[in-house]
């Protein structure tokens, strides 16, 4: 079992910042890849972007390449996503989910074990 938390979701004006945080914990020898979702309200949740443990492969949604950036600390297995150029269509509730190994798809929620409890961007114009 592995244990998701993520953090630094807010409010923010249009056209600014936030970073995200994925602490990662429990059983996180094995994983492969960690991703970020979203979720709005009355939608299906939707693949942000996602990143490689051991050599950082990244990949992003069409929808947020050059304005998201994903990152990670392998000694902290924490997992970030810097939000830069937030527009009010990027408001969900973000959720970090694990890939404890390859099952097929970095952008697919179901090849994702384990997920967060998700924390809420709101981009106001």
């Known amino acids: 079992q592995v244990q998701l938390v993520e953090s630094g979701g807010g409010l923010v004006q249009a056209g600014g910042s936030l970073r995200l945080s994925c602490a990662a914990s429990?059983?996180?020898?094995?994983?492969?890849?960690m991703g970020w979702f979203r979720q709005a309200p009355g939608k299906g949740r939707e693949f942000v972007a996602a990143?490689?443990?051991?050599?950082?492969?990244?990949y992003y949604a069409d929808s947020v390449k050059g304005r998201f950036t994903i990152s990670r600390d392998n000694a902290k297995n924490t997992v970030y996503l810097q939000m830069n150029s937030l527009k009010p269509e990027d408001t969900a509730v973000y959720y970090c989910?694990?890939?404890?190994?390859?099952?097929?798809?970095?952008?697919?929620?179901?090849?994702?074990?384990?997920w967060g409890q998700g924390t809420q961007v709101t981009v106001s114009s």
């Open positions: 989910a694990a890939q404890r190994y390859y099952s097929g798809s970095y952008a697919y929620t179901g090849a994702y074990h384990d």
């Open positions: 429990g059983r996180t020898f094995s994983l492969y890849v």
């Open positions: 990143i490689t443990w051991s050599g950082g492969m990244t």
